[in-house]
């Protein structure tokens, strides 16, 4: 039974792991925890997964309510400052474009609230429909979409908007 | 439908980057933000954010999976000793000792940047006091010194240029670092004396992220992970300064 249910949801762990890795930023021993502590409770729960049900979208929904109640509360670093502004309208040759713009947009989504990091992530990354990251998250579509637009907002202002201002838009 | 499409709604708008709006109404957003180029331009760059989001962590999904979640199907798992000493010697077996179970295993307030982070200062307050012997290997052996490191962290190391910056190589040292085995230092030196380090170590959680800054009594520390090596940037001073030098460093590490 354990077994059973251990190898269906063993093809998620993947993407479950890469998710609590960017939500805890880059935080591995933390989000391995997360991860563990989702599996175990999803183990024990195998019971109230409802079949033929969505058990990738389950799956995101224990850790999520995990991530909510118990690990967003540790998570203080009062001694590190996470910064905004790095490479901001630096000139650089072409074949760094990339890579530039690469840290711009994954530094922005760092800075990005919680709630507006995990909109983002599920719909983009995860490819979620917006009806299950609703489910995922436990608010109403409405809240889906507007936390979708704050964060995308909000990384194209950190990203695209430093890079104009100063006339020297990477592309 | 008249001739002048609707003006689409904000969750239209996202609709469409996401590619989740219907066929119909797609057209007609389409159209209007043909004649719209301010909205289009917008359009446009939310689209390029969502193909770097889509690929940005990718790599992410390639990582070993550790041996912790692979005992799972056949047992209930706890994280007792016992299962730690299997979980090592899986992760030894894997050439993969140190990271997340060195930090696991002395809980979960460690957090594995910071420790990074204070071993360089350390390592930097150590030695940039040092007049005679701040270095093992003098900048003058710089082939030498780069080739050495190289191999013994098992990674393409660079001594990055810093002359630019008002920073001359004055050589550099290994050391044992905190989790993943040795560690280099470069140390740099301007005109006036003060001294800069660069700390290098294996990144074995693999990767990049961001610059991040951190202070640490007189010193301030930059530090970011990229592919095979994490480094620590370490100086006195201002911490625009100090930015930018990393981002020259950073530069001349990426050439």
């Excluded at chain 1, 890579?99 to 990091?117: G, H, M, S, Y």
């Excluded at chain 2, 992410?60 to 994280?79: D, W």
């Excluded at chain 2, 060195?102 to 420790?115: C, F, Q, T």
């Excluded at chain 2, 350390?122 to 191999?151: D, I």
Aim: some cysteine; overall charge negative.
């Amino acid at each position: 039974m354990q077994r059973r249910s251990y190898e269906l949801i063993e093809t998620h762990i993947p993407s479950l792991r890469r998710y609590a890795l960017v939500l805890l930023r880059h935080d591995e021993p933390r989000a391995d925890d997360l991860v563990q502590d989702c599996l175990e409770r999803a183990l024990s729960r195998w019971h109230l997964w409802r079949r033929p049900g969505n058990l990738r979208g389950w799956l995101f929904t224990i850790l999520h309510n995990i991530y909510v109640n118990d690990v967003a509360r540790a998570v203080a670093r009062p001694d590190v400052v996470e910064i905004q502004d790095y490479f901001p309208a630096m000139a650089v040759p072409p074949n760094q474009a990339d890579r530039i713009r690469l840290r711009e947009v994954t530094a922005a989504i760092q800075e990005l609230p919680d709630t507006q990091r995990q909109t983002l992530l599920l719909v983009t990354m995860e490819g979620f429909s917006y009806d299950e990251t609703a489910d995922i998250t436990g608010v109403p579509i409405g809240t889906v979409m507007s936390r979708l637009s704050r964060a995308r907002e909000k990384v194209r202002a950190a990203s695209w908007g430093e890079t104009r201002e100063n006339g020297r838009r990477i592309k | 439908m008249s001739d002048l499409p609707e003006i689409p709604t904000e969750d239209e708008i996202q609709a469409l980057v996401d590619g989740r709006l219907d066929p119909g109404r797609r057209a007609d957003v389409e159209a209007w933000l043909s004649e719209n180029p301010d909205p289009a331009a917008r359009v446009a760059e939310l689209r390029d954010i969502s193909t770097v989001v889509e690929r940005a962590y990718d790599h992410l999904l390639e990582r070993p999976i550790p041996a912790r979640f692979q005992n799972m199907g056949s047992r209930s798992m706890t994280r007792s000793p016992v299962w730690r000493v299997a979980a090592m010697i899986v992760l030894i077996a894997m050439g993969a000792a140190g990271g997340w179970f060195a930090n696991d295993a002395v809980g979960p307030g460690n957090d594995p940047d910071v420790s990074l982070a204070r071993g360089a200062v350390k390592a930097h307050q150590m030695y940039a006091r040092e007049v005679r012997h701040a270095v093992e290997v003098p900048a003058s052996e710089e082939t030498h010194l780069v080739a050495w490191l190289s191999k013994r962290l098992d990674a393409p190391l660079r001594a990055p240029n810093l002359d630019d910056q008002g920073y001359r190589l004055v050589g550099g040292r290994l050391l044992p670092a905190s989790e993943s085995g040795p560690a280099a230092q470069f140390m740099y030196e301007a005109e006036s004396g003060e001294r800069l380090t660069l700390y290098v170590e294996q990144n074995l959680v693999g990767g990049e992220t961001a610059f991040r800054f951190t202070e640490y009594d007189d010193v301030s520390a930059f530090w970011w992970k990229d592919g095979p090596l994490a480094y620590v940037l370490i100086g006195q001073g201002e911490r625009d300064r100090l930015l930018a030098l990393a981002r020259a460093t950073y530069q001349e590490l990426n050439p």
